[in-house]
């Protein structure tokens, strides 16, 4: 839960919503692991649950990424000035 709430919040609050992407692609990390260990040692249901989880950050990921790719331009944009 607090994961969802790490990715929404920033981008609803305007502070930081460069941040957004980076707890998605987080998140999405943390759930790929726990759908491959609960793949592993307790089948394909269990599974099921963070494989869910994973590919919603996933596409937080994806339609945020502009926002992440904008704050790294203009940063980049400043310094070189």
Known sequence: M???????VPWRTHIRPALAPLAAIG???????ATVLAGAGMGLEPALFPLVVDSI???????RRASLAYRFEVGHQSESR
């Open 2 to 8: 607090l994961g969802a709430i790490s990715f929404i």
């Open 27 to 33: 998140l999405m990390v943390i759930m790929t692991g």
């Open 57 to 63: 950050a996933a596409s937080v990921a994806y339609g």
